[in-house]
Each structure stands twice: as C-alpha cells, then as structure tokens.
C-alpha cells in the first residue's frame, strides 16, 4: 500500500459479488455444466475435466472471456455464454444465493462512514440484476457495474475499478480506492487500477498464495472484516 495512502483516506470500495458479498455455493460450475452441455462437451471426458479446471483457475474473469478461450469461435462462446447465464439465472431464481454472512452490514457501515461502495462481477448484467434482486440489493449501493458496463472488458483488467472511479468521483486518486474479492483476478484489476488498499477474501474461489501472487495488500477472512480496516473517513 502506498505511504502516501492512509486507511482513512480511502474513499471509494470497490466489492466483488460471487464469493466477496454473495455466497453461491459453487453455482459457477454447476452453471459451467449446462454451458459444456450446449457445446457438445460430455460430462466425464478429458475435455470436460479440462475445460472445469479453466473454469476455476480463472474465477472471477468476465465470463465471456472464459468462454471464448474455451470454445475458440464467437459463436460458439455466445452460446456457452447464454447456456451458461440462463442456468446460473434459474439457480438463482431457485433461491440458492445467499448473502456473505456480515456482507450487507459491512456495506452499510462503510456507506455510514463515508465512503462510497461498488459492486462488481464478471456475470453479464442479466444475471447481476437476478443476483440484486433475489438478495434485495437493488438500493443498496449507488452503482453496480458488469464487463458491458465498462466497455466490455472485465477482469484482470483495471476498467470496472476505473469506471466506477470515474462515474461516482468519490475519489480524487485512485490510491482512495479500495479493491476487494475472492479471486486472484479480483486482486489483480486492482493493482492495475493503482488501487491503495487490495484486499482477497477466504471466502471464495481462491486463497492466500494466490492473492500475495497477485499483488494484494492484504488478505481478510471474510468482507465482514473490511470496516475494521477503514475506520471512518476524513
């Protein structure tokens, strides 16, 4: 973290959803199954064990991304793609989210104290918009971003933390940024975002030897310990 960046400089809280705010029980593989379906890839096969182990080592990756290295053509990623978003949509819809116990808590208090609070995902916004919806999230925080949202490049890219520098102006540097989430991914969008405070959660896809890899600036057991590093703001 830079000396030039305090705790309780940081004004704008960049938060990932999946596995950071949003506990989904491994519905990302699940969904992953009906998208592999689609394109012809059998469940059980070296090609399907292949493409899983993708799958999780790029968690939190804009997943048209993840489905174009996949698949190859356009095409055929547009239809893993939709595959991919309607399944995960319909186990949403069936109730199987859940809040990360101490999430919407550590959002307000954060709100509370001055800052401002993003959240973001590599899902298409259909399915973020399900994910709001199903949790009641809809108000909760002044912008949610998707890939789409910030021309349409999602994670390892620094777009969805820039974009939402740019379109809240709660911070005048980017060092006021705090970047937070599950995945090496996560951690990494916001090392190249020159965040001040870049944080991977325990909670998720992956863990400490990937997140110090990456660059972050510290590891949490959960988002619930996020308020408790960012006392309130100037």
Same mark, same amino acid.
């Given at each position: 973290?830079?000396?030039?960046? !305090?705790?309780?400089?940081?004004?704008?809280?960049?938060? #990932?959803?999946?596995?950071?705010?949003?506990?989904?029980?491994?519905?990302?593989?699940?969904?992953?199954?009906?998208?592999?379906?689609?394109?012809?890839?059998?469940?059980?096969?070296?090609?399907?064990?292949?493409?899983?182990?993708?799958?999780?080592?790029?968690?939190?990756?804009?997943?048209?991304?993840?489905?174009?290295?996949?698949?190859?053509?356009?095409?055929?990623?547009?239809?893993?793609?939709?595959?991919?978003?309607?399944?995960?949509?319909?186990?949403? #819809?069936?109730?199987?989210?859940?809040?990360?116990?101490?999430?919407?808590?550590?959002?307000?208090?954060?709100?509370?104290?001055?800052? !401002?609070?993003?959240?973001? !995902?590599?899902?298409?916004?259909?399915?973020? #918009?399900?994910?709001?919806?199903?949790?009641?999230?809809?108000?909760?925080?002044?912008?949610?971003?998707?890939?789409?949202?910030?021309?349409?490049?999602?994670?390892?890219?620094?777009?969805?933390?820039?974009?939402?520098?740019?379109?809240?102006?709660?911070?005048?540097?980017?060092?006021?940024?705090? @970047?937070?989430?599950?995945?090496?991914?996560? @951690?990494?969008?916001?090392?190249?975002?020159?965040?001040?405070?870049?944080?991977?959660?325990?909670?998720?896809?992956?863990? #400490?030897?990937?997140?110090?890899?990456?660059?972050? !600036?510290?590891?949490?057991?959960?988002?619930?310990?996020?308020?408790?590093?960012?006392?309130?703001?100037?």
């Amino acid at each position: 973290m830079s000396t030039l960046t !305090t705790m309780t400089d940081i004004r704008l809280v960049v938060l #990932d959803m999946a596995g950071t705010t949003v506990a989904d029980g491994g519905l990302v593989e699940r969904a992953f199954e009906a998208a592999a379906t689609e394109l012809g890839v059998a469940p059980g096969s070296a090609e399907h064990a292949e493409h899983l182990s993708y799958v999780r080592a790029t968690m939190g990756e804009s997943k048209i991304s993840v489905f174009r290295y996949l698949f190859g053509d356009e095409d055929r990623a547009q239809r893993a793609n939709t595959a991919f978003e309607k399944a995960y949509g319909g186990l949403v #819809d069936a109730g199987l989210i859940a809040p990360v116990p101490g999430a919407r808590e550590a959002i307000e208090e954060l709100a509370a104290g001055g800052r !401002t609070v993003v959240l973001t !995902t590599g899902f298409a916004r259909v399915t973020q #918009d399900a994910i709001l919806d199903a949790l009641g999230w809809r108000d909760l925080v002044p912008l949610t971003l998707c890939p789409a949202d910030a021309g349409g490049r999602g994670r390892p890219y620094p777009d969805m933390v820039l974009e939402a520098f740019v379109r809240t102006k709660a911070a005048e540097d980017v060092r006021q940024i705090a @970047v937070v989430g599950d995945t090496s991914y996560d @951690v990494l969008s916001g090392v190249r975002a020159g965040a001040g405070l870049v944080a991977g959660v325990r909670t998720g896809a992956h863990g #400490d030897e990937a997140f110090r890899a990456a660059g972050a !600036t510290h590891v949490l057991d959960s988002v619930a310990d996020l308020p408790a590093l960012l006392p309130g703001a100037h």
